[in-house]
């Protein structure tokens, strides 16, 4: 399920299919997890705007937008950072950097993306660095408290050194439309994946790993994610490439189930959720 798909190509018609499918759930999570992430983010700012002197509305023109998406995707990791401190410099409010530059740059980098313009691990390195500046900028996200009534809630992520987002961008779509309420942690460094799940609430964790090496690293990672998760009794599933047609056990893991296809991974995910919460 972690096979990138072949842009540009004199593929079949359900090939074709399949890259368009992809489109749609990559466009999905920008609209319904990356950009009210970015918003939430801009509402943390409003509440702090005593105390912040950038007062100055910024009101970015689609080149500006367009310029900003292209330095997240330059080869130097500096350039989208310089783009957004000279503008900070200015004395742009930090609240309209985030509606009116980040949130339109991740929304044209889904466009570009369906369009064939650029490729899809360029957008995922936008994104991710996009995901870094806006944190860098003062966002800590801080979720409500959770309710017995919410959905069920899962946070999806790559384990440290994997570069596979498409996977998990179609087994979040799963989850979705099962009614889960879903989380796509676009970064990948350890130190973000427990920042996420220290600062918000969620029943369950979803790690990909692409590759062998990384599963000799999980066990440590979980027991970390699991020490300083925000909720005590937290969940955690793996999945990925380097699963298929490994006899890796769950538990000599410190995780709770080991998932090798979407499908696998939601009924998995609900048997999780019925033993650590029994009626």
Known sequence: MDQRPAYRSSASAPATASEDSCKDSLRHVIESQIIPRLLEATALVQASNDAQTFYIPYEGSPQDVEAFAHSCMATDATTSSQFMDDLVRQEFSIES????????????????????????????????????????????????????????????????????????VMVSEFFRKAGWQVTLEITNSERELIHAVANEWFDLIGLSAGLQEQVHGLPSLIARLKKLSRNPNIGVLLGGPAFMGQDHQ???????????????????????????NPI
Not at 117 to 136: C, K, N, P, S, Y
Not at 256 to 274: H, K, R
């Open 97 to 168: 950097l985030f509606l009116n530059l980040i949130t339109p740059a991740a929304r044209w980098l889904g466009v570009q993306w369906e369009t064939d313009a650029i490729d899809f691990m360029q957008v995922t390195l936008a994104l991710q660095r996009m995901h870094h500046i806006t944190h860098r900028l003062g966002y800590e996200f801080q979720a409500p408290t959770h309710l017995a009534e919410d959905p069920k809630s899962i946070m999806l992520a790559s384990a440290p050194g994997s570069q596979h987002l498409l996977g998990l």
């Open 250 to 276: 769950a538990h000599n893991l410190g995780a709770d189930g080991i998932a090798t296809d979407a499908s696998q991974a939601l009924g998995i995910a609900d048997s999780v959720m019925q033993f650590k």
